[in-house]
């Protein structure tokens, strides 16, 4: 009798899978302080399961290598000695695991009542030479005293997204938020895929992100008109945020009047996808119609105005305290 093959891609996935429910295990153990034994054996176990994926194909570095923070897959033994440093690894590692498991499966299936799936997302850091970004910085950068980032990837023309850096700009300045406005336009390389990491734009971000000046990044975009909504929200399915930074959102726009929805078509670039490591990063996508004009764009910009004034008063006092 013929022994089944298991294509290589399903082999992947069983593999990513099983890893998951390891380093998951391995999590709650530590959180309730684990025996030392019992520890060592579940890391040994994740030690093999990497072993294995790393000989199921050559392309299968790459992919680890789009999904998995760089810091993490470069750092030395000698970062995780502490149990607390070895859990905050772990848990940027089942961040990413659980991105790769989303991105081999279709969204309708995780699309439940209209509900988002509350998972977690990858932090990230690219590390490239940036001799060059005080001369040709590719962005416009105004600083903040709160810890939420407004981006606006595709405000360059031609081909720019309408409203997006005079939001950015307004916002920010009436906010106290940080902006991060592109000058590079999208035709020639877009800031909000995975080809853009290296860009300044996004080492602008990761540098604030590791300084630790940002909870939540608002990436700001524009839709074509096709429907009511004024904003259509994008969150990765609950992978790039918790669920708290989207209710306080919506009690905003219900309040003001902002037709929205929870989008499945916009469900957020790279920038989000990259940037969110929940509950620390947080990331929001909105999908704004660029046929509102007048009075809708300044009710629009006073209520995000007044969203950052709550989510980032709340953040720093759960700072200081």
């Given at each position: 009798?013929?022994r089944?093959?298991?294509?290589?891609?399903?082999?992947?996935?069983?593999?990513?899978?099983?890893?998951?429910?390891?380093?998951?295990?391995?999590?709650?153990?530590?959180?309730?302080?684990?025996?030392?034994?019992?520890?060592?054996?579940?890391?040994r176990?994740?030690?093999?399961?990497?072993?294995?994926?790393n000989?199921?194909?050559?392309?299968i570095?790459?992919?680890?290598?789009?999904?998995?923070?760089?810091?993490?897959?470069?750092?030395?033994?000698?970062?995780?000695e502490k149990?607390?440093?070895?859990?905050?690894?772990?848990?940027?590692?089942?961040?990413?695991?659980?991105?790769?498991?989303?991105?081999?499966?279709?969204?309708?299936?995780?699309?439940?009542?209209?509900?988002?799936?509350?998972?977690r997302n990858?932090?990230?850091?690219?590390?490239?030479?940036?001799?060059?970004?005080?001369?040709?910085?590719?962005?416009?950068y105004?600083?903040?005293?709160?810890?939420?980032?407004?981006?606006?990837?595709?405000?360059?023309p031609?081909?720019?997204?309408?409203?997006?850096?005079?939001?950015?700009?307004?916002?920010?300045?009436?906010?106290?938020?940080?902006?991060l406005i592109?000058?590079?336009?999208?035709?020639?390389?877009?800031?909000?895929?995975?080809?853009?990491?290296?860009?300044?734009?996004?080492?602008?971000?990761?540098e604030?992100?590791?300084?630790?000046?940002?909870?939540?990044?608002i990436?700001?975009?524009?839709?074509?008109?096709?429907?009511?909504?004024?904003?259509?929200?994008?969150?990765?399915f609950?992978?790039?945020?918790?669920?708290s930074y989207v209710?306080?959102?919506?009690?905003?726009?219900?309040?003001?009047?902002?037709?929205?929805?929870?989008?499945?078509?916009?469900?957020?670039?790279?920038?989000?996808?990259?940037?969110?490591?929940?509950?620390?990063?947080?990331?929001?996508?909105?999908?704004?119609?660029?046929?509102?004009?007048?009075?809708?764009?300044?009710?629009?910009?006073?209520?995000?105005?007044?969203y950052?004034?709550?989510?980032?008063?709340?953040?720093?006092r759960?700072?200081?305290?």
């Amino acid at each position: 009798m013929r022994r089944k093959i298991v294509p290589s891609n399903w082999m992947l996935m069983i593999h990513i899978l099983r890893l998951y429910k390891d380093v998951n295990q391995l999590i709650q153990l530590m959180g309730h302080d684990g025996k030392n034994g019992e520890i060592k054996a579940i890391l040994r176990k994740i030690i093999g399961r990497l072993k294995v994926l790393n000989i199921l194909g050559s392309n299968i570095p790459w992919y680890f290598l789009t999904f998995l923070p760089l810091d993490l897959l470069i750092s030395s033994n000698d970062r995780f000695e502490k149990r607390r440093a070895l859990k905050h690894a772990l848990l940027s590692l089942r961040n990413s695991l659980e991105k790769m498991i989303v991105g081999r499966i279709s969204y309708k299936f995780l699309r439940r009542k209209e509900a988002y799936i509350n998972f977690r997302n990858p932090v990230s850091s690219l590390c490239v030479p940036s001799s060059f970004d005080e001369f040709i910085p590719g962005y416009v950068y105004i600083p903040g005293r709160k810890p939420v980032l407004l981006t606006a990837a595709h405000a360059a023309p031609p081909a720019s997204d309408i409203n997006t850096e005079l939001l950015s700009r307004r916002v920010a300045m009436r906010s106290g938020a940080h902006a991060l406005i592109s000058r590079i336009p999208r035709l020639y390389i877009d800031p909000n895929r995975l080809v853009g990491r290296v860009l300044p734009f996004r080492r602008k971000l990761d540098e604030l992100i590791n300084n630790r000046k940002i909870r939540l990044i608002i990436d700001l975009h524009s839709m074509e008109k096709r429907n009511s909504n004024m904003v259509e929200i994008g969150i990765w399915f609950g992978l790039s945020t918790t669920g708290s930074y989207v209710e306080k959102l919506i009690e905003f726009f219900e309040r003001n009047n902002i037709s929205y929805e929870i989008s499945y078509r916009y469900l957020g670039g790279d920038i989000i996808f990259y940037h969110a490591n929940k509950p620390r990063i947080n990331a929001i996508q909105l999908e704004i119609s660029n046929g509102i004009r007048g009075r809708c764009l300044r009710l629009l910009c006073r209520t995000l105005i007044s969203y950052i004034n709550a989510v980032g008063d709340i953040n720093r006092r759960g700072k200081s305290s």
